[in-house]
């Protein structure tokens, strides 16, 4: 069983990326799933969750308004597409899959774990 998040990269302040997050080896059109990210000396952070049925979206705060998580069940992927990004986005993003329907903010609902991706904004 694999999650591999992808679509980083280094971009300027106000700039978009989009990034994926592609299940392997297992569905989880059941599972709700999120982001989360870590900063260089910080402790990881919940970025964004979502249900299994696209529904019960939640963001953190620092990313409401220019975040979108979404899902695509029949891909098995799930998506976030980050907008007017600022250097405080810097981070290695991770993609998580629930043990439950719905998504979480707490980490500790996760058991599965995708390899991060690096998102770096240059002020």
């Known amino acids: 069983v694999q999650l591999q998040a992808s679509g980083g990269g280094l971009v300027q302040t106000g700039d978009s990326l989009r990034l994926s997050c592609a299940a392997s080896?297992?569905?989880?059109?059941?599972?709700?799933m999120g982001w989360f990210r870590q900063a260089p000396g910080k402790e990881r952070e919940f970025v964004a969750t979502i249900a299994w049925n696209g529904g019960n979206i939640y963001y953190a705060d620092s990313v409401k308004g220019r975040f979108t998580i979404s899902r695509d069940n029949a891909k098995n992927t799930m998506y976030l597409q980050m907008n007017s990004l600022k250097p405080e986005d810097t981070a290695v993003y991770t993609c998580?899959?629930?043990?439950?329907?719905?998504?979480?903010?707490?980490?500790?609902?996760?058991?599965?774990w995708g390899q991060g991706t690096q998102v770096t904004v240059s002020s």
């Open positions: 998580g899959a629930s043990r439950y329907a719905v998504g979480s903010s707490q980490a500790g609902s996760y058991n599965y």
């Open positions: 080896g297992r569905m989880f059109r059941n599972n709700g």
